[in-house]
């Protein structure tokens, strides 16, 4: 049982200081988690804390690999808005 | 005639054009402060308008986690080619931060400001912002330091800031009402828990009032920054401007929302809207009867580096800053004889004004004219010494028969912005002219032909004979020819279109 932080990571910290296992440590080209130190908060918090304080959707995943943050649900912006506007932006 | 700057006359004039003695004319904007106020912010750039022309600032990035999300910002901020809060494009551990300030310190010596602004929230970094701080205490005891932040971690921290002898904190303080909160940040961190929607918001605003308060009562100087997100808090931000007054905070700074769609922000993906800035300004007037405004913000990046409106961090990168040989108590020793002289300088300004306030009409015998909206390019020292093709931005200043105030900057936008209409990219001449939208006159160093004809096709008159001539005396000079001329009396073009519409 242990989560994961894929690329879209930006690397800002938040997750390595909040950490109550000191399993996330810096790494290039982003941070990474020790799976072997991650117990998912259990025991220490409700929710594990680093999926809790992520600012960038989709950067953590759990131990099957879904993400922690959907699309949309930090940001607030409806996935198919944030593509019509990427596509908006690219077309100019 | 004889005109003066506003501010230094005293206040009684009925006719004054700002609702009230506390208007944001760029010298009024102390004008009323205890001296001991106006000695702590009379070399600090984001505190005194008049500063800004002589001494600079720099923000090391050193804070890069953040514990509220702003619909406004996107944490994706790496990029170098943008200008605007959150924007870094070097993230620094405390010891290269502390060795940039330093090189910075000795290369720009009217560097007299070092803040802590992010990319994320710095009280949300205690440790990395704290130690920097600490080690600059040490290390470079001529520089300021203050920090920005968005006030969730705020009453856990003003015990350490006083102690680090911090004498200015910013708060940025957006709403006072939860239900309007919870449109501008879908979510804090707070108690080991993500907590969204307006539940988040009042928590947040909760601790930003009570760290405002904690810090007022310990006589750290707090200004409020508050960005103007039109249909969300416009209106409400009078009340904002009123409650952070009366719980002692002594400057509020009312900035546009920047929303493009690239940024990725959800206001920018979503079509929110930043403000024009007729009505910026209008806000900005509006609130100024409560409240001292800062009118002269860049809204720079979190590792902003020289005067404000200009960044010089490329020539401050950790590799070029490993190359160079800084002996910080030389440095100090010519530091300290630059900032007398320019604070001698301002003195010497101050006691100009004195003796032309004194010397001044009475307000009865003030002419009846028209106020008149003037640019001027400038690249400090508060001289008309720009060439207009070399302005990046200019500043606007409205003189009218009470004076002169400063009202804003404007930026010149280079590049297409997009909309609808517009499918190619536009000179910079274009843009510039665009910028000057409202003003009838620009005072530059130098200007070329082709856009002195573009800008008098505008209704811009454009003025090159007040080079190297202070900006405001120069203004006044520009005002007193229209009157003489007669163009006072005429209503210009585009306010003859405003009255129609």
Redesign the interface.
Known sequence: MALSIVDSCVNCWACYDVCPSEAIYESKPHFKINARKCTECEGDYDQPQCASICPIEEAILDASGAPMNALGTLTGIPPEKMAEAMREIQSR | MELNVIGQDDHQDTGSSCSSGSCGSSNDQMGHLPQEIKDKVKNHPCYSEEAHHYFARMHVAVA????I?C?YC?????CSNESRPGVVSE?LTPEEAVMKTKAVAANIPQMTVLGIAG??DPL??PE?TFSTFRMLSEQAPDIKLCVSTNGLALPDAVEELSKHNIDHVTITINTVDPEIGAKIY??I?WN???IHGVKGAKILIQQQQKGLEMLVAKGILVKVNSVMIPGVNDEHLKEVSRIVKSKGAFLHNVMPLISE??H???Y???GQRGPEPEELQDLQDACAGDMNMMRHCRQCRADAVGLLGEDRGEEFTMDKIAAMDIDYDAAMKKRAVIHQGILEELDEKEAKRARLASASVPAAAKPDTRPVLMAVATSGGGLINQHFGHATEFLVYEVSPNGVRFISHRKVDQYCI?GDTCGEKESALSGSIRALKGCEAVLCSKIGYEPWSLLEDAGIQPNGEHAMEPIEEAILAVYEEMRVDGRLDATPAHVAELAKA
């Open positions: 890069p986690a953040c514990n999300q619909h996107n944490r994706k901020y790496d993230l990319p994320g949300a970094n990395r879908p979510w961190y080991n828990k993500r769609a690239e990725g922000t959800f920018g993906v979503m997009g």
